[in-house]
């Protein structure tokens, strides 16, 4: 059974850090495509960034290029999001996902809610 | 960037009804758009890929149609478990991008 559990998420001030993981298992993570996608409270969704099977290509909206990073490690099973310079506007819950080679995502995460607030 | 016009915003039905749901590009994407479910509190749920391919444990009372500019989420038979919030999704370029929502309500 394919299992994807974020964590990391909390309470943070607006210009602060924060560092969330998506630990995966039930099928085969270094073949896969990963993304982590958003929802602000109450609004739609937001793919945020992805990263290829080996980490040599990521991509980013706009809205958190330079100051958000992608990076797994295929040894561990894990997905990361460095997230830098927060802003109120980054408050969502933060979704782990399986990317079906760089397409739709077939396997969600429960989600981990980052608040940015003084 | 392409942008997405889903409609309704709000969808009232009864259990049994048919219902439809529309999603619009501001450019052609060829097939390369799906369906999402999301309850609320839970994380979306992959419903079609590929414009009109069912996932797999998805209840063939869903459907959707359309390649372009148009596309449609059918529900033929609306049972109570499928009152929900549907998305639209493109992955033609980047960045992918969701269309608004469509909830669905209980009339």
């Known amino acids: 059974e394919v299992q994807l559990v974020e964590s990391g998420g909390g309470l943070v001030q607006p210009g602060g850090s924060l560092r969330l993981s998506c630990a995966a298992s039930g099928f085969t993570f270094s073949s896969y495509w990963m993304s982590w996608v958003r929802q602000a409270p109450g609004k739609g969704l937001e793919w945020v960034a992805n990263?290829?099977?080996?980490?040599?290509?990521?991509y980013y909206v706009d809205s958190v290029k330079g100051r958000f990073t992608i990076s797994r490690d295929n040894a561990k099973n894990s997905l990361y999001l460095q997230m830098n310079s927060l802003r109120a506007e980054d408050t969502a819950v933060y979704y782990c996902?399986?990317?079906?080679?760089?397409?739709?995502?077939?396997?969600w995460g429960q989600g981990t809610l980052v608040t940015v607030s003084s | 960037a392409i942008w997405m016009t889903q409609s309704p915003s709000l969808l009232s039905a009864s259990t049994g009804d048919r219902v439809t749901i529309s999603c619009r590009m501001s450019?052609?994407?060829?097939?390369?758009l799906a369906w999402y479910q999301q309850k609320p509190g839970k994380a979306p749920e992959l419903l079609i890929y590929a414009a009109s391919t069912l996932q797999s444990g998805v209840p063939s009372r869903f459907s959707g149609s359309g390649s372009g500019t148009d596309f449609t989420l059918t529900i033929s038979c609306l049972q109570s478990e499928d009152f929900a919030t549907y998305y639209c999704?493109?992955?033609?370029?980047?960045?992918?991008?969701f269309g608004q929502g469509t909830k669905v309500e209980i009339k």
């Open positions: 996902a399986r990317d079906w080679y760089a397409s739709y995502y077939d396997y």
């Open positions: 999704q493109q992955y033609y370029s980047f960045p992918w991008t």
């Open positions: 990263i290829k099977q080996d980490g040599s290509e990521k």
């Open positions: 450019q052609g994407i060829s097939s390369y």
